[in-house]
């Protein structure tokens, strides 16, 4: 990565900082709590930083719940990954997983071609 490349994304990232520090600044809006505003600038920073791709989007969404407990929104960082340890999560990581395994070595292709050969080419 070139080093203008490398400033870009700096001052993408300070641009994503100072847009997110001036909407927690800002005067609430009636009816919404102080959590609401920083829980909507914590939106403007990963929204930021998924739009520009200042950051690798696995980075930009793990930084959420670390910004959010930054703020107040969250008492604690453990209330804050909770979503991350929900069940569902895990079953989509092995099916992933799975899925990259049975690509790497190349058995979906082998799969394929064995229930092509099962059922014949034809599509009826």
Do not use: C, E
Request: net charge positive.
């Amino acid at each position: 990565m070139g080093n203008s490349q490398t400033q870009k994304r700096l001052i993408l990232f300070a641009v994503a900082i100072l847009g997110t520090a001036v909407i927690a600044a800002a005067p609430s809006p009636a009816g919404l709590s102080i959590r609401g505003q920083y829980a909507v600038a914590t939106m403007f920073f990963a929204g930021f930083l998924w739009v520009t791709g200042t950051l690798p989007l696995a980075v930009s969404a793990v930084s959420i719940p670390f910004v959010l407990t930054a703020l107040g929104v969250y008492d604690d960082l453990d209330t804050a990954l909770v979503g991350f340890a929900d069940h569902l999560i895990f079953l989509f990581i092995a099916g992933f997983m799975l899925a990259n395994a049975l690509q790497k070595y190349d058995i979906d292709r082998r799969i394929a071609l064995w229930m092509m050969s099962k059922m014949g080419s034809s599509p009826r």
